[in-house]
């Protein structure tokens, strides 16, 4: 595998659209032809080299090519967006829509990730070892399609509106988690080792949650069903099971309403 290392040397006065800097576009280039790669920043068109310092080079295909992305980088947004192949670590902060749209691929996030993050995710992995912001494995706005494959690691907090509309794939927070987890999730499962605040699975149609920790508002259209004994995440433990939301409509399989499951652990 070919690394591309690229290696932020001079803040922004706006933010830069880096959508650029997944393997999918960096791959078969040159140190030369990345440098030369545009990088929108509001109404002007700036290259790679203007902001960032480049090294190495792209593999023959997104596969075998792992970038490398250095430095402060709260003003650069895209990182990773709609990778399908590869590998991209970034070393540092950074803003909105890590991993958007990705079907493929390996995220490694060494520090904390802004909002939208895994925006409509189809595949692949994202892992923040920080913290990550709002709206993580949403659907865009004014969609409908959230994430529906793949799997994230938080292994810090999580901001509000979690998995919004999410149908399929997997998130695990190992911290806490802003209110509205899963909010119109017609598939998918969070798993939530910390606390939460209120409105887990709002409008809910299909889905799992695991909560470890503690909700400060149970929704009032989860109905406890009784307790279950689970593994969960390589943890065995007894937890109460709800039924919800039941103020939607719900499909039916053979006959039987089908439900979102939310799982407390006692």
Known sequence: METVTLTIKEQPP????AEVFNPDSLASKTAVEI??????????????GDYFTVSGKGGATAAETKVVVNGDLKKVKYIGAHMSAGEVVINGDTDMYVGAWMTGGKITAKGNIGDF???????GELIVEGNAGNYLAAAYRGDWRGMQ?????VKGNVGSDAGTF????????????????????????????????????GQMVRGEIYLFGSVDVMMPGFNHVGDVELEVEGVTA???EYIGDTGERHPKSKGQLIYGKLYQKK
């Open 35 to 48: 440098a030369a790669l545009p990088l929108p920043m509001g109404k002007t068109t700036p290259v790679v």
């Open 14 to 17: 706006l933010y830069l659209e």
């Open 149 to 153: 494959g793949g799997r994230i690691h």
């Open 117 to 123: 993050a895994a925006t409509a995710m189809k595949g």
């Open 166 to 201: 999410m149908m399929g794939g997997e998130i695990v927070i190992d911290g806490d988690v802003d209110v509205h987890v899963m909010t119109h999730a017609d598939g998918g499962k969070t798993v939530i080792k910390g606390n939460a605040k209120s409105r887990l699975g």
């Open 238 to 240: 007894k937890f109460a």
